[in-house]
Structures are given as structure tokens and as C-alpha cells.
T-cell receptor, first 113, second 115 residues
Framework: AQKVTQAQTEISVVEKEDVTLDCVYE???????LFWYKQPPSGELVFLIR??????QNEISGRYSWNFQKSTSSFNFTITASQVVDSAVYFC??????????FGTGTRLLVSP | EPEVTQTPSHQVTQMGQEVILRCVPI?????FYWYRQILGQKVEFLVS????????KSEIFDDQFSVERPDGSNFTLKIRSTKLEDSAMYFC?????????????FGPGTRLLVL
């Protein structure tokens, strides 16, 4: 069965520091999708990125970047020059079949001024 | 930008009562989902819905739960007889195509408290 592990429960950084959130997954599927969602204190889930298993290219979007490595089953997320507004819980998720997302337990990021 | 909406944002109910959580998915989306998040825990899949029927459900989604698309815009989750352990945030999501091929966009959630 699919499994997503986010070993970091909580990370605290000071503004402008870079921070990497780890995500390790397990799947037997040859085709699958990985996602990152952000959950700010207000509670909603905000989509950040989707990556399919055939595309190992790293992606950069502004201060955000993602490193997908199939060899280590990891899909890590880096925030460069963190800001207070980045404070949130970040969830990594993995597709199971075509209908379902399996979420990790989340990493709470606290960015202090 | 289109978004998924949910009502109410908060609901408090007594154990044993029925509740209906409402969602309006993004208008051109065809697949609909419910997830829940018990406070401080991870988000868990409940059910997916396509073409007016359930396409997949989890073991959490037992007989006390039901889903419906009563009209062309709303998608509802009914909990027939609420239990204390149903207290959670319930998220509706929708996607244009099948869940993993298309991104699931989530609503803001309904926080349900069962007393």
C-alpha cells in the first residue's frame, strides 16, 4: 500500500533562512503522482505542485523548489529565503490508483521574524 | 479564479444528530471527493464520486456516511448519526479528470464538532 513519510514534525527557522521539508514515499505503482499542499493557520489546503513519476526534473517556482529523486523515493521541498507568511503545515501526498490521495502527517514550519 | 466552496465553515452538533455538509465544486470539474482531518492529524480520504455514483470509498466511509449530488452544482456529505469521533475538519475537493491525473483542488473545509 502507498505510504508517505514526513519525518520532520516541526521546523523552526528565522526569516531569510532556507529550509527543506523532506518527503519519502512508498509505492508499488510504476505510474504515480506526488503533490505538495500548504495548510496555513486558517485551515484550507492550498495546492503547490504536482509531479508525475516519469518527470524527475527539479522544479523552481519563485522561492519554492522541489527535488524529486526516484532512486531514493523522495520528493523534497525547499523554501529559499523564508518569510513569516510561509508559516504553515506542509503536506506531501501520493496518488493511490486514480481516485485517491494518500497524505503524509505533515511538517509544521514556523518562521519567526 | 474558480474555487471550491464549502458551507458551513463551522458546525456544532449533538451526538446522534444528522449533519449535512455542503460543497460547490469547480464548475467544469467532473470528479468530487471528501476527505477529513482529525485535529492535528493527517488528511484522510473518505470517498470519490463520479457520474452520480461512488467510485471509491475508504474503510472510514461506513453506512453512516452518504454522498449526493442533488443538483448540477452541489455535492453533499451526510453523516446520519454523528459520533464524538466524527469531530474533524471535512474537506471537499474536485478535479477535472481522474484524481491522480488531474490536480485535486480543495475547499476551505467545514469544521465539525460533535458534543
Amino acid at each position: 500500500a502507498q505510504k508517505v513519510t514526513q519525518a520532520q514534525t516541526e521546523i523552526s527557522v528565522v526569516e531569510k533562512e532556507d529550509v527543506t521539508l523532506d518527503c519519502v514515499y512508498e509505492t508499488r505503482d510504476t505510474t504515480y503522482y506526488l503533490f505538495w499542499y500548504k495548510q496555513p493557520p486558517s485551515g484550507e489546503l492550498v495546492f503547490l505542485i504536482r509531479r508525475n513519476s516519469f518527470d524527475e526534473q527539479n522544479e523552481i517556482s519563485g522561492r519554492y523548489s522541489w527535488n524529486f529523486q526516484k532512486s531514493t523515493s523522495s520528493f523534497n521541498f525547499t523554501i529559499t529565503a523564508s518569510q513569516v507568511v510561509d508559516s504553515a503545515v506542509y503536506f506531501c501526498a501520493l496518488s493511490q490508483g486514480f481516485q485517491k490521495l494518500v497524505f503524509g502527517t505533515g511538517t509544521r514550519l514556523l518562521v519567526s521574524p | 479564479e474558480p474555487e471550491v466552496t464549502q458551507t458551513p465553515s463551522h458546525q456544532v452538533t449533538q451526538m446522534g444528530q444528522e449533519v449535512i455538509l455542503r460543497c460547490v465544486p469547480i464548475s467544469n470539474h467532473l470528479y468530487f471527493y471528501w476527505y477529513r482531518q482529525i485535529l492535528g492529524q493527517k488528511v484522510e480520504f473518505l470517498v470519490s464520486f463520479y457520474n452520480n455514483e461512488i467510485s471509491e470509498k475508504s474503510e472510514i466511509f461506513d453506512d453512516q456516511f452518504s454522498v449526493e449530488r442533488p443538483d448540477g452544482s452541489n455535492f453533499t456529505l451526510k453523516i446520519r448519526s454523528t459520533k464524538l469521533e466524527d469531530s474533524a475538519m471535512y474537506f471537499c475537493a474536485s478535479s477535472e479528470g481522474e484524481g491522480a491525473l488531474e490536480t485535486q483542488y480543495f475547499g476551505p473545509g467545514t469544521r465539525l464538532l460533535v458534543l
